[in-house]
């Protein structure tokens, strides 16, 4: 979901929007907190998809002649491959119980 809220919101400010509704979700679900909060830390630093969430992004885009669509034709496929390799990943060294 951290992944979501980058493209309109810088990521420091996604982790901390985020992560205190991560750590409540977790001890709602009974669940350790380590998995949640790491998901959006990993979310938070996978800002692919626009230009505003990540400095560099925006640095590159004015010398790179990059549109605001660009980040999103290449960002999508690579977003989707941090989610299907971070998960079970995050889920193999930080189990939910």
């Known amino acids: 979901v951290t992944m979501l809220v980058t493209p ?6 996604a982790v901390l929007v985020m992560g205190p509704i991560a750590a409540e979700l977790a001890q709602n679900l009974g669940y350790k907190i380590d998995p949640f909060l790491i998901a959006v830390a ?3 630093g996978s800002d692919f998809l626009s230009p505003i969430g990540h400095q560099s992004n925006t640095l590159v885009m004015g010398p790179g002649g990059y549109h605001f669509a660009d980040y999103w034709k290449l960002g999508l496929p690579l977003s989707l491959i941090v989610i299907g390799i971070g998960v079970p990943l995050i889920l193999l060294f930080w189990p939910l119980r």
């Not at 309109?8 to 400010?13: E, F, N, T, V």
């Open 8 to 13: 309109i919101l810088h990521h420091a400010a």
């Open 42 to 44: 990993l979310g938070a």
